[in-house]
């Protein structure tokens, strides 16, 4: 009789997502993603199917692990003083590593709707919660703008200062970025 497979899903979806996030789904190979999560082909697709199913649940361990601490800044801390903290963890340094679901959607990573749906519900519900930070912060009285539009223009910020943080790394350069940012919650 054959021994079980031991393995640990969590080490397996935090080494495909650390490789997909610095190479991209389209410069991952079946055997690139064997050599660094230690399973073997078999495991692999026993667990995802295919690679496009092993990029999917990455992008959910992404979201579970990373992207909603991000949300989780603006549910704890109402008003503009959660977008001022959720902007604050925007910084351009040597080691800047950009948002995965930004990068992906950039490059055009994703074949099927489904695995698509998990960036863009990120994206979506940030907006929801900036909006609706941005208008508790109206009915306190720290914010006269539209919510919604602000809202929108931060998420569309956040998508180019992921991008723009890959090859600028000067810290004063993210702070201006902020501080313009910052200047229209007025």
Not at 39 to 51: G, H, P
Not at 84 to 111: H, N, P, T, Y
Not at 162 to 178: F, P, R, T, V
């Amino acid at each position: 009789m054959a021994r079980p497979v031991k393995y640990d899903l969590i080490k397996i979806l935090d080494d495909a997502m650390e490789l997909f996030w610095e190479k991209g789904f389209e410069n991952v190979s079946i055997v690139d993603l064997i050599l660094h999560t230690g399973i073997n082909r078999s495991t692999m697709y026993f667990l995802f199917s295919d690679k496009e199913a092993l990029f999917k649940e990455a992008l959910h361990h992404y979201y579970a692990k990373r992207a909603s601490m991000m949300i989780g800044i603006l549910q704890t801390n109402t008003g503009k003083k959660g977008v001022e903290l959720f902007l604050g963890k925007f910084i351009f340094r040597e080691e800047f590593r950009a948002c995965l679901f930004s990068i992906c959607m950039g490059k055009g990573d994703f074949m099927r709707e489904e695995v698509f749906d998990v960036p863009k519900k990120f994206f979506l519900d940030l907006r929801q919660q900036l909006e609706k930070n941005l208008m508790d912060a109206s009915a306190n009285g720290e914010f006269n703008g539209n919510a919604k539009a602000i809202a929108l223009t931060i998420v569309t910020i956040v998508h180019g200062f992921s991008i723009h943080g890959k090859y600028n790394h000067q810290k004063e350069d993210g702070e201006l970025i902020i501080q313009t940012i910052l200047a229209l919650l007025k």
